[in-house]
């Protein structure tokens, strides 16, 4: 828990991202509702927030949660989407994203994922971040890719329910501490 206890509020060119907190509710389960947004989460559907996993909170969150910053324009305050640098074990910690989709392809995501992964290796005290997602979702590797992380492997994962494009696997990326070019 130590990376949670430095939290801070990151601000990069055009984004505030501030840990996340009670009122941010709303606006992460609107986030869930838009099927693009979750298509390569759960297929697009409707996320039904009375049977959430307990232990989906890097998936679902729900303003409570430590290691998740909420997003907002810096200019206007409006809700964008969160990050997260979710701690896998005290040196290897995940990156996650999730934007609105009006916030797509204006570099945001970029913008907040560099925010994260220099606060991980700079205050975070992690000597490893990853991130994954489905080898299909091109824009979000491309997000990877732009903030330093490397591609490490694909994966098959074998889904209970899977879903379009789940069958070329998972790709698995990665930047150590030494290969980051903040430090």
Request: hydrophobic content about 40%.
């Amino acid at each position: 828990m130590e990376g949670f206890s430095k939290m801070a509020v990151l601000q990069t060119s055009r984004l505030t991202l501030s840990p996340c907190c009670p009122g941010d509710r709303a606006d992460f389960i609107d986030l869930e509702l838009d099927p693009e947004v979750m298509r390569f989460l759960n297929g697009g559907h409707p996320v039904d927030h009375e049977q959430i996993d307990p232990n989906a909170t890097f998936l679902m969150p729900r303003g409570t949660e430590p290691y998740v910053w909420t997003a907002r324009r810096t200019i206007s305050g409006a809700f964008v989407g969160w990050f997260c640098l979710w701690p896998e074990n005290e040196i290897v910690a995940e990156l996650g994203y999730r934007l609105r989709r009006v916030d797509w392809g204006q570099g945001l995501a970029a913008e907040g994922a560099s925010a994260l992964v220099d606060w991980g290796f700079r205050n975070g005290g992690y000597d490893r971040i990853v991130a994954t997602t489905m080898a299909v979702n091109h824009a979000s590797r491309r997000v990877m890719e732009k903030v330093g992380l490397i591609y490490a492997r694909t994966v098959s994962v074998d889904w209970p329910d899977p879903i379009a494009g789940s069958e070329h696997g998972e790709v698995w990326y990665e930047l150590v501490r030494l290969d980051w070019k903040g430090g």
